[in-house]
C-alpha cells in the first residue's frame, strides 16, 4: 500500500511540473529499497564517475563556453560570418546555421543558443525579408547542430559513460555534423532562390571583411587550438578543456574586456557552476536508476525480448531511432544519457554495432529530439523567446525537423560518416 502511494504520488509530482532529476531519484530510491539495496551505492558510483580526470573537462569547458556568452562573442561571430559568406544566396540564413552549430558546440546548450544567437539574429533576418514562420523555424531547429561537435559537454559525459574515448567521439561527430548543415543549406538556398531575382543581394567590402576578421582575431584560433592540439598529440582532452578555459578567460576579461572582473566574472562562475551542479545532481539522481537496471538484468531482459521480433542491425537501429527520438522530446541530454545509454550498449552490441558509431547516433537523436513536437524542449524555449504560440513553432520547424531526420537515417546506415575518419586521424 505504501509502495502504491508513493507511486502516485511520483505520477502526481511529474504532473504539476516538478524537475526530472527529482522523479528520477525518487524511482530509483523505491527500487533500491524493494530490491533491498542499500541507496549508498548511488553516492559510491557518482564518486566513481566524477574522480576520472576526463570529468575536470566538464567544469573547464562550460565556463568557458558561458564566458563566451556572456561575452559579445555572439556578435562578433555573427558579424564574421555576415562578411564572409552573407553575400551568398541565403547567406545570412547559412550564417545563422553555422554560429548556431559552434556557439552549442562551446556552450552545450542548444537553449543558450537560441536565446542568445536567436534574439541577435531574428531582426536581422527579418529585415533581410526572410519570412517570420522559416526565421523562426531555422534558428529552432538549428539550436541542437553543435552537439556533435567537440568540445561539446554532452560527447563527454557520453563517453564517461559508455566507457568511449571521448576523443573517437570528438573526431566521428565532425562530419555528421556537417552533414546536417549542408543538407540544410541546400534546403535554406532554394527556399530563398525565389526571392533572389526581387532582392539585391550586397556583397560586403573588402574594409568590412578586415574589420570582422580584426575583431574576432582572437576567437578565430579557439577551434583549431582544440582540435588541433588534442589530434596533433600536444594535450589531452582534459587539458585541452583546461587550456580552453584560461585562453578565453584571458582574451574576454584583459584584452575584449567584455566581461568586468569585479561584476562580470563573478556572475559568470555562479551561471556555469548552477551549471554544472544541476549535471552532478541529474547524474546522482540518474546513475542510481542506471544501477538498478544493470544489477536488474533490464538491458539483458529487454534483448531477449527484442530478438523475438528484430533479427537484423538494420531494424533494431530503426526502433532505437524511434525510441532516442521521443526520449530526446521528454528528457533533458543529461538525464538520457545516464538512463539510457547503460541499457542500449549491451543490446547494441549484441548487434554489432560500433560503441563511437552508436553514440554519435544517440546525441543525433537527443538534438533532433529537442525540437521534435509535441514536448522538444526547444520548441517551448523559442515559443517563449519570440512570443510565439508553439502551435506556430510546430509548423516551422517541421521542414527543417524532415531534413535533419533525413540526415540521421544517412547517420544511422552509413557508418563510415561517423567512423571512416578515425583512422585518418586517429
Not at 531519484?25 to 574522480?51: K, M, N, P, Q, V
Not at 560570418?81 to 552549430?101: E, K, M
Amino acid at each position: 500500500m505504501i509502495t502504491l502511494l508513493i507511486i502516485v504520488g511520483l505520477i502526481l509530482l511529474t504532473l504539476f511540473g516538478t524537475p526530472l532529476f527529482v522523479i528520477i531519484s525518487g524511482i530509483a530510491l523505491l527500487l533500491f529499497h524493494l530490491a533491498e539495496i542499500d541507496s549508498s551505492a548511488i553516492i559510491i558510483e557518482l564518486y566513481r564517475l566524477t574522480s576520472q580526470p576526463i570529468f575536470l573537462a566538464i567544469p573547464l569547458f562550460t565556463f568557458a563556453g558561458y564566458l563566451l556568452a556572456e561575452s559579445n562573442t555572439p556578435r562578433r561571430l555573427v558579424n564574421l560570418s555576415r562578411a564572409l559568406i552573407g553575400w551568398l544566396p541565403a547567406g545570412l540564413a547559412i550564417v545563422a546555421l553555422v554560429s548556431s552549430a559552434l556557439f552549442t558546440a562551446f556552450t552545450g546548450a542548444s537553449g543558450v543558443t537560441i536565446i542568445a544567437l536567436g534574439g541577435l539574429l531574428h531582426p536581422i533576418m527579418l529585415r533581410e525579408k526572410y519570412p517570420e514562420k522559416f526565421t523562426l523555424g531555422l534558428l529552432t531547429a538549428s539550436g541542437n547542430l553543435g552537439l556533435l561537435l567537440p568540445p561539446s559537454l554532452p560527447i563527454i559525459l557520453y563517453g564517461l559513460v559508455a566507457q568511449t574515448p571521448i576523443d573517437q567521439l570528438f573526431a566521428a561527430g565532425i562530419v555528421p555534423s556537417i552533414l546536417m548543415i549542408v543538407m540544410l543549406s541546400i534546403y535554406i538556398i532554394l527556399f530563398r532562390r525565389k526571392q533572389l531575382k526581387e532582392l539585391k543581394i550586397r556583397k560586403s567590402t573588402r574594409q568590412e571583411r578586415w574589420q570582422a576578421l580584426k575583431e574576432s582575431a582572437w576567437e578565430i584560433p579557439l577551434p583549431f587550438i582544440i582540435i588541433g592540439g588534442i589530434y596533433g598529440g600536444l594535450f589531452t582532452a582534459t587539458e585541452a578543456a583546461a587550456v580552453t578555459a584560461i585562453y578565453v578567460f584571458i582574451i574576454e576579461v584583459f584584452i575584449y574586456r567584455d566581461i568586468s572582473l569585479r561584476r562580470g566574472l563573478p556572475v559568470v562562475v555562479r551561471k556555469s557552476m548552477e551549471m554544472v551542479g544541476s549535471i552532478i545532481v541529474i547524474l546522482a539522481a540518474a546513475l542510481g536508476l542506471a544501477n538498478y537496471f544493470t544489477d536488474a538484468q533490464i538491458p539483458m531482459r529487454i534483448l531477449e525480448a527484442m530478438k523475438t521480433f528484430i533479427d537484423s542491425p538494420i531494424v533494431f537501429l530503426l526502433f532505437l531511432n524511434l525510441f532516442l527520438l521521443l526520449v530526446g522530446a521528454v528528457m533533458d541530454i543529461f538525464s538520457a544519457i545516464m538512463v539510457i545509454v547503460p541499457i542500449i550498449i549491451p543490446i547494441a552490441a549484441s548487434f554489432g554495432i560500433d560503441p563511437v558509431h552508436l553514440g554519435i547516433i544517440f546525441l543525433a537523436n537527443l538534438g533532433i529530439g529537442y525540437s521534435t513536437p509535441p514536448v522538444g524542449m526547444n520548441l517551448f524555449i523559442a515559443s517563449l523567446r519570440f512570443e510565439k504560440s508553439i502551435t506556430f513553432l510546430y509548423r516551422a520547424a517541421l521542414p527543417f525537423l524532415i531534413i535533419l531526420l533525413i540526415a540521421l537515417a544517412l547517420i544511422t546506415y552509413i557508418p563510415a560518416l561517423s567512423i571512416g575518419i578515425l583512422p585518418l586521424i586517429m
